[in-house]
C-alpha cells in the first residue's frame, strides 16, 4: 500500500507561480514512480509531471520550460515548480503512484484544487 497526501494549491494570478508537495508512505512507496496529473472542467485527467524511482523525469509538451519537478528523500516527496501560470493550468492536481515505466496508476492522492484567476 502506498499513501499520497498532497498539498500547496490555491488561487495565482496568472503570470505567477507555485509549488505542490506530494509526500508518499509505505513500505514499497520508494518503488514507485510518483506523478503528478490534473483534471480540468470537462476534460480528461493529464500527465503533468512524472519521476519514476530510478530517476527519469517525464514533463508534458504543455508543461515543459514552464514547470520543473524534483523528488526529495528521504521524505519520498514529489514538488512540482510551476512558474508563468496562465488559466489553462487551472484544474484539479492529483498526486498518482505507479510502477516504473506503467501508465496505469495504482494509487491516487485526494486532489488539490489549483485556480489562475486576476
Known amino acids: 500500500q502506498v499513501q499520497l497526501v498532497e498539498s500547496g494549491g490555491g488561487l495565482v494570478q496568472p503570470g505567477g507561480s507555485l509549488t505542490l508537495s506530494c509526500i508518499a508512505s509505505g513500505s514499497t512507496s520508494r518503488n514507485y514512480a510518483l506523478g503528478w496529473y490534473r483534471q480540468a472542467p470537462g476534460k480528461e485527467r493529464e500527465l503533468v509531471a512524472r519521476?519514476?524511482?530510478?530517476?527519469?523525469?517525464t514533463l508534458s509538451d504543455s508543461t515543459k520550460g514552464r514547470f520543473t519537478t524534483s523528488r526529495r528523500y528521504p521524505e519520498n516527496s514529489l514538488r512540482p515548480q510551476m512558474n508563468i501560470l496562465t488559466s489553462d493550468d487551472t484544474a484539479v492536481y492529483y498526486c498518482g503512484a505507479s510502477r516504473d515505466y506503467n501508465d496505469n496508476v495504482d494509487y491516487w492522492g485526494q486532489g488539490t484544487q489549483v485556480i489562475v484567476s486576476s
Open positions: 519521476i519514476e524511482s530510478d530517476g527519469k523525469v
